[in-house]
């Protein structure tokens, strides 16, 4: 199970300035099939119905993940494909589970389960969701992985303390065997780090890059009180790259990105603020980068990473400029 995610892409962004609005499906397909014929391990997208905050806000474009993913589905041959991560508050979960189950079958057995307990209060005020407390939202997780695992190995009854199914026949049944592997996204040390040590096949760690080792250490904790070895569960960071052949040439493009964004780029002199981003973002040529992504990774620590390209959104030709970085890492053939 380590080896499930070594090198993936994550792909946050649809607000591209030389790309119509009608051409933002062909455009994103053209950035996952570059990355399939890469050989990335998985391409993800957000579950979220209008754009992030801190990426622009929900007057910015964005697609339903589980509709782009079928469609890339259809235009991909080997990468695997899911949402990193879905809030279990967006939807029934029974209908998730077939939501899931139909994507692998498109995807010829390549669909990922990412779950999530939701954060995003203002997304669920404005479409109408129900936002329950952290206590909730957690229980329903769990409770939806219960209802998640179950389907996908053809049982059709679940009792739970939130939601419970009743002859719930999901047909056909996926084709991964055993189901499509479940992944938890979060990185809190009481609640999502416990679940993933019980019930995951992969965590995705959303925490800064310093705080990375820690956390891994705290999983391998829980773990080990589960008695399941380290080897059954994938683990990886999600992070920003800004890369270019050089250091040089990286540092420039990381200024032009902070500019396009309204940012005075004489401001990344400043130690602090440069930290302030240096806590998610990976920034260097392509041997730095690898580096320090193979300084995180290995048999002690994670196995993989899954990297956003913030300043190559627009660039249906970034996954092979990131592929050369995981290839450096070492996480990538």
């Known amino acids: 199970m380590r080896k ?7 792909m946050p962004f649809f607000s591209l300035p030389t790309v119509a609005a009608e051409g933002i499906f062909e455009h994103t397909a053209s950035i996952a099939q570059c990355a399939d014929q890469e050989g990335f391990d998985a391409l993800f997208v957000m579950d979220h119905f209008f754009q992030l905050p801190f990426l622009g806000g929900p007057t910015e474009p964005m697609l339903e993940g589980y509709s782009l993913l079928s469609a890339l589905a259809a235009r991909t041959r080997s990468v695997r494909l899911g949402t990193l991560v879905t809030g279990v508050t967006y939807r029934n979960p029974a209908l998730l589970a077939k939501t899931i189950t139909t994507l692998d079958i498109i995807s010829g057995g390549r669909a990922i389960a990412g779950l999530g307990a939701a954060w995003y209060e203002e997304e669920h005020e404005a479409f ?10 957690f229980e329903l997780l769990e409770n939806t992985v219960d209802i998640v695992e179950a389907m996908f190995k053809g049982e059709t009854d679940v009792s739970g303390p939130v939601a419970s199914i009743s002859g719930a026949h999901n047909v056909p049944a ?5 189901g499509p592997p479940i992944l938890i996204g979060g990185a809190g040390e009481r609640r999502t780090l416990p679940l993933a040590a019980r019930r995951a096949d992969a965590s995705n760690f959303n925490c800064t890059i310093g705080e990375a080792p820690q956390r891994l250490e705290v999983l391998k904790d829980y773990l080990n009180a589960e008695d399941r070895d380290r080897d059954e569960l994938n683990v990886t960071l999600l992070c920003s790259v800004v890369t270019a052949d050089t250091d040089s040439d990286a540092e420039e493009k990381f ?3 902070a500019a396009e964004r309204g940012m005075d780029p004489g401001m990344l002199d400043n130690p602090e603020v440069r930290s302030v981003f240096l806590d ?54």
């Open 255 to 257: 200024r032009a990105m």
């Open 174 to 178: 996926p084709l991964s065997q055993h």
């Open 280 to 333: 998610r973002m990976m920034v260097g040529g392509i041997d730095k980068v690898g580096a320090q992504m193979n300084s995180l990774c290995g048999p002690d620590g994670l196995d993989g990473i899954i990297a956003m390209l913030p300043a190559d959104a627009s660039d249906p030709t970034g996954p092979t400029l990131l592929a050369k970085v995981f290839r450096s890492a070492g996480l990538m053939d």
């Open 128 to 137: 109408g969701f129900d936002f329950p407390s952290t206590a909730e939202r």
């Open 4 to 10: 499930l995610i070594r090198a993936g892409l994550q």
